[in-house]
């Protein structure tokens, strides 16, 4: 069933583009706000206009959304690749390989994380949204390593707040381009969706607080091998910090890296691993952590950039 909405523009948004004010007021992209917009959907004081046209302030807007799509499933299937680090009663923490998700969505049609543990015969909490039960976090699915995922419901509830809370240890290490100065920092910029609504994130004043540090492990003739680790988790958060500071992820097209180089090092992707993950065993209370191996394709990178230098 399709939601209407009526409401008027907020003094904020005088000025925008129309498809840019639905975007930031509706969470869309600005292409499906500019199909609403074409299909009549969108009313400006009563009146149809165009994606270009700039909103007033307190000019009456009335949409007619569309009803949400239905929540994907999760196929089970096993994931050749994706491998158990550690496995008990409460949790199960994968090395998740890439070209997987943590959980189906609407845009992701390929292999899951949580498809493949239901693949092998192991059980999830079904705490959480029916699509991503027992996922307390996620990675890209073309950033590879460390994924814990809840087996009982205490543990769901005892990770989901632990990762609220700021208590679970991330750390990465992520091949970026060129040498970071200074080598060891802190980026501290908040983050949202990018204003061209392309599924991009960028840092946007306003944005969600966002921080991240690195320190410099190695650094070669072309690029710097950096640790890192996260205070928040957003999405895409250490990809846009990254090239916020003009060092995008080896591989990383999507957020400005370089192709040549990214082709130079055998790179398909961003070359950015989840090492190691650590937080208190929701049974026992007790500090646990573990660690995971770079994938073939990034250990490759990492031993060409070396001989480069």
């Known amino acids: 069933m399709a939601d209407r909405r009526s409401l008027p523009v907020p003094d904020g948004l005088e000025g925008e583009r129309l498809d840019a004010a639905l975007s930031r007021l509706f969470g869309l992209s600005r292409t499906r706000a500019a199909e609403l917009i074409a299909s009549g959907d969108v009313l400006v004081d009563g009146a149809p206009a165009a994606k270009s046209d700039r909103v007033q302030g307190g000019a009456w807007l009335d949409v007619t959304l569309p009803p949400p799509p239905a929540a994907p499933t999760a196929v089970p299937e096993p994931i050749p690749g994706m491998t158990i680090v550690y496995e008990d009663d409460d949790i199960v923490v994968v090395n998740k390989p ?27 909490a079904t705490s959480g949204a029916a699509e991503r039960q027992g996922i307390v976090h996620r990675l890209d699915a073309n950033t590879t390593g460390a994924m814990v995922v809840a ?38 910029a908040p983050i949202d969706r990018h204003p061209f609504g392309d599924g991009r994130f960028a840092v946007v004043a306003g944005g969600k607080p966002s921080v991240t540090h690195y320190d410099t492990i190695e650094a070669f003739r072309a690029a710097s091998l950096l640790d890192i680790k996260l205070e928040t988790g957003r999405t895409h958060q250490i990809r846009v910090h990254m090239s916020a500071l003009r060092h995008p992820c080896v591989g990383d097209m999507l957020y400005g890296a370089d192709p040549t180089l990214a082709a130079r090092l055998g ?40 001989g480069e230098s």
């Open 98 to 124: 890439v070209g997987v998700a943590a959980h189906p969505t609407t845009g992701w049609t390929g292999p899951t994380v949580i498809g493949g543990l239901l693949g092998t015969g192991r059980r999830v």
């Open 151 to 188: 087996k009982s419901e205490h543990a769901y509830s005892h990770l989901k707040r632990a990762f609220k809370e700021r208590t679970v240890e991330k750390r990465y290490h992520a091949l970026v381009q060129g040498h970071p100065d200074p080598s060891r920092g802190t980026v501290d």
């Open 267 to 306: 790179v398909s992707r961003q070359w950015l691993h989840a090492v190691s993950l650590g937080f208190e065993h929701p049974a026992t209370g007790e500090w646990v952590s573990f660690t995971t191996d770079y994938p073939a394709d990034l250990a490759h990178a990492l031993k060409v950039v070396g």
